[in-house]
T-cell receptor, first 116, second 111 residues
Framework: NAGVTQTPKFQVLKTGQSMTLQCAQD?????MYWYRQDPGMGLRLIYY???????DKGEVPNGYNVSRLNKREFSLRLESAAPSQTSVYFC???????????????FGEGSRLTVL | LAKTTQPISMDSYEGQEVNITCSHN???????ITWYQQFPSQGPRFIIQ???TKVTNEVASLFIPADRKSSTLSLPRVSLSDTAVYYC????????????FGSGTQLTVLP
């Protein structure tokens, strides 16, 4: 049982390049989230998916797109990377809507992105 | 969304009890209070959750007064390994919600 898996763990991009961060969970959770964390700050929500087939914007969605490919996978895409997107990105999942829902978020280990 | 306010940092010594308070004046009736712990270079980890009064598990206690406008995370007999950032979140478990983290409290445990 791997929990929440993110790839890649590290990535360096040049301004204007595009890339996709992948996230997969094996806990059969309905809801999935993408956060970014800048140095010395808390996590800010980029996008979330309450259930398969739905996605919604969070606090800081500009410059990002997401895809809930299936129940397990939720990807985050940067179409044209900017230095302001240098951050650590965390994916999380939650069993929202199921009988055992405690509201507990399970996080991946993070993906450290640097945009030059 | 209920906004939360926590102290930016706290220091303690090994073996002491640590209490971290979170203010959430506009908490809604259906909102629960959840605390997370984050170590450097790791994702946050769930510690404890409650709705009212007191909740205790193997690592912490959560005290919530009757008006629910604040909550206190209590860590008994802290050790160096408890040095981390602690976040307080407030939100409903029933409806799709945006889960937002504040800046958290940096707890430093000194020898």
């Amino acid at each position: 049982n791997a929990g929440v898996t993110q790839t890649p763990k590290f990535q360096v991009l040049k301004t204007g390049q595009s890339m996709t961060l992948q996230c997969a969970q094996d806990m059969n959770h309905n809801s999935m989230y993408w956060y970014r964390q800048d140095p010395g700050m808390g996590l800010r929500l980029i996008y979330y998916s309450a259930s398969e087939g739905t996605t919604d914007k969070g606090e800081v969605p500009n410059g990002y797109n997401v895809s809930r490919l299936n129940k397990r996978e939720f990807s985050l895409r940067l179409e044209s990377a900017a230095p302001s997107q240098t951050s650590v990105y965390f994916c999380a999942s939650e069993d929202r809507g199921q009988t055992s829902n405690t509201g507990e978020l399970f996080f991946g280990e993070g993906s450290r992105l640097t945009v030059l | 969304l209920a906004k939360t306010t926590q102290p930016i940092s706290m220091d303690s010594y090994e073996g002491q009890e640590v209490n971290i308070t979170c203010s959430h004046n506009n908490i809604a009736t259906n909102d629960y209070i959840t605390w997370y712990q984050q170590f450097p270079s790791q994702g946050p980890r769930f510690i404890i959750q409650g709705y009212k009064t007191k909740v205790t598990n193997e690592v912490a206690s959560l005290f919530i007064p009757a008006d629910r406008k604040s909550s206190t995370l209590s860590l008994p007999r802290v050790s160096l390994s408890d040095t981390a950032v602690y976040y307080c979140l407030v939100g409903s478990l029933r409806s799709a919600r945006q889960l937002t983290f504040g800046s958290g409290t940096q707890l430093t445990v000194l020898p």
